[in-house]
């Protein structure tokens, strides 16, 4: 490396190989990042909200950890988001570069999905097609990533304890699919999904249960 020197030298002192030591020292060791094959496995998962005439088409690429190896297992490297909509087109590619990132510093990434899923839109959310309601297309997305890390055994699936199972159709029977589809959001997991049985209100998500 050189460097341009744009003043005049007025005074000068020979650098000793033990300050040179001394100045490495100060770096402080990161993990270092997941690195990226020539070539990813991924999913590629459509959405498609009342908000916009066209979709959002988003693909999540993984890399193999410790090939080869007892512990080898997939983990996603990378997230990209099209769509036609460019309404959306600053905050999206922010988005994507920001949980690209997170999924490349490994570790935990599963509070991504939490944090994305208790996203609210101010002008309303929208019913998916088959009755889920989604507080806005933030928590769409993080209910893609969900998808996709049940997927490649990252993260639990919708909880399916006996108790919850018997829950649910409890619920469906008493209030009709309607009534299970217009459920209150859950302090506990951000789901939408809190109904009112038996005096108390149960998340059928995750099955925190308040009575009284
Ligand atoms: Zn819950």
Redesign the pocket.
């Given at each position: 490396m050189s460097i341009k020197i744009e003043s005049k030298i007025t005074a000068y002192e020979v650098a000793k190989p033990e300050d040179e030591a001394k100045k490495e020292s100060n770096v402080t060791a990161i993990a270092p990042l997941l690195e990226r094959d020539d070539i990813l496995v991924g999913q590629t998962y459509k959405i498609k909200t009342p908000h916009s005439e066209h979709a959002m088409y988003i693909t999540i690429n993984d890399v193999i950890v410790n090939h080869g190896e007892a512990s080898e297992h997939r983990r996603p490297f990378e997230i990209f988001i099209n769509t036609k909509n460019m309404e959306h087109f600053m905050w999206i590619v922010t988005l994507t570069r920001i949980i690209s990132a997170i999924f490349r510093k490994g570790g935990d990434i599963t509070f991504l999905v939490e944090e994305l899923k208790a996203v609210f839109d101010p002008r309303g959310g929208y019913y998916k097609k088959g009755g889920k309601y989604m507080p806005s297309i933030v928590a769409e997305i993080g209910e893609v990533i969900q998808k996709h890390l049940v997927s490649i055994g990252m993260m639990e699936g919708q909880l399916q304890t006996e108790e919850l199972i018997a829950k649910r159709a409890e619920a469906e029977e008493k209030l009709g699919k309607e009534g299970v589809a217009n459920g209150a959001q859950?302090d506990?997991?951000?789901?939408m999904?809190?109904v009112r049985l038996d005096n108390c209100n149960c998340?059928l998500?995750?099955?925190?249960s308040k009575c009284g």
């Open positions: 859950c506990k997991c951000s789901a999904a809190v998340c998500e995750c099955g925190d």
